[in-house]
C-alpha cells in the first residue's frame, strides 16, 4: 500500500479537478479568482471525506454485528477485512481534516434520521445490502474523479494517493456489497421487492442530493456569498447533472437486473 506523505498536504492546487466540480461549467463560477475555486475544491473533497467517514463508521458498525454471529470462518473474514481497510480510510480521513484545519462535522439532521432508518433494517437484508452498494459505489466512483484528474491540472499529491489507497478497497466493498446485494434479492418474495423499491429509489435521490450537490454553507465558506445561490446553481448545472447520471447508472442497473424496480438514470 502506497503511503501518505502528510507534510505534503498543500492548498495550493486542486483537490478535485476544476472539471468535477459542483459549478463546473457554470460561467459566472468560472470567472471566479483562481483561489476561490480551488477553495471550492478543497471543501468539496472534505464533503466527500465528511461522507466517508459517516457511512464507513455504520458499516463497520453493521459488519461487526454480522461478523459476530456469522458461523461461516470465510464470511467472517470477509467481515473483518472490510472492517480493517474501512477503519485506515476512516483514520486517513481524520488525518487530513485535522491538517486541513478541516472539522469533523457532526452530521446533519436528514444524515442522523437516515441512519436511524437503516439501522432498523435487518443487517443481511436485501434492502440493506443495496442501500450499503449504493453508498460503496457513488462516493467511489466520484473518488476516483480525483484519481483521473487531467495531467495539466496541479493536483494535490497527498488526495491523490488517499484517492488510490481508497479506490484499491473500495472495488472490492463494492463486488462484495453487489454479490451480498444479489443473494439476499434472490431470496425476498417478488411483491416484497417491489414494495420496497420504493424505499430504495427515496434513498437513492436523497443520497445523490447530499453527495453532489453540497450544502450552501460550503459554498459560503469558500467566499461564494449568498451560499443558497450557489447551491441553486449547482444543482440546475447541465454539467453537474450529466456526472451525478454517469456515476449513478452502473448501480441502478445492476439492481434492475436482479430484480428492483428503481427507475433508469434521473433527469432532474
Ligand atoms: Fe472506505
Ligand atoms: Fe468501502
Redesign the pocket.
Same mark, same amino acid.
Given at each position: 500500500m502506497p503511503t501518505i506523505d502528510w507534510d505534503a498536504v498543500d492548498h495550493a492546487c486542486w483537490w478535485v479537478p476544476p472539471g468535477a466540480l459542483s459549478l463546473a461549467t457554470v460561467p459566472a463560477f468560472e470567472a471566479q479568482p483562481l483561489a476561490v475555486r480551488r477553495r471550492v475544491s478543497h471543501l468539496e473533497y472534505l464533503h466527500l471525506v465528511e461522507t466517508g467517514l459517516v457511512l %464507513?463508521a455504520f458499516?463497520v458498525e453493521r459488519l461487526a454485528w454480522l461478523a459476530g454471529r456469522t458461523a461461516n470462518p470465510q464470511a467472517r473474514s470477509a467481515y473483518l477485512r472490510e472492517i480493517r481497510e %474501512?477503519s485506515g480510510h476512516s483514520l486517513m480521513f481524520v488525518e487530513l481534516l485535522r491538517r486541513s484545519e478541516g472539522e469533523v462535522a457532526r452530521p446533519r439532521a436528514g444524515v442522523r434520521f437516515v441512519r436511524a432508518l437503516a439501522r432498523r433494517l435487518a443487517p443481511d437484508s436485501a434492502l440493506f445490502w443495496a442501500m450499503t452498494m449504493i453508498g %460503496?459505489e457513488l462516493p467511489a466512483r466520484l473518488t476516483c474523479t480525483v484519481e483521473a484528474g487531467p495531467e495539466e491540472v496541479t493536483m494535490s499529491r497527498v488526495v491523490v494517493s488517499m484517492a488510490r489507497v481508497h479506490g484499491a478497497?473500495?472495488a472490492g466493498?463494492a463486488a462484495f456489497a453487489r454479490e451480498r446485494c444479489a443473494e439476499a434479492a434472490a431470496r425476498l418474495p417478488a411483491w416484497r421487492r417491489t414494495a420496497q423499491s420504493a424505499v430504495l429509489a427515496a434513498w437513492l435521490a436523497a443520497f445523490e442530493r447530499y453527495l453532489f450537490y453540497p450544502q450552501p454553507d460550503l459554498y459560503a465558506r469558500a467566499g461564494l456569498a449568498p451560499g443558497a445561490h450557489w447551491r441553486a446553481c449547482a444543482l440546475a448545472n447541465p454539467a453537474r447533472r450529466a456526472l451525478a447520471a454517469r456515476l449513478i447508472a452502473p448501480s441502478v442497473a445492476f439492481l434492475r437486473g436482479i430484480g428492483w424496480a428503481l427507475g433508469g438514470p434521473r433527469q432532474k
Open positions: %464507513e458499516f %474501512e %460503496e478497497d473500495e466493498h
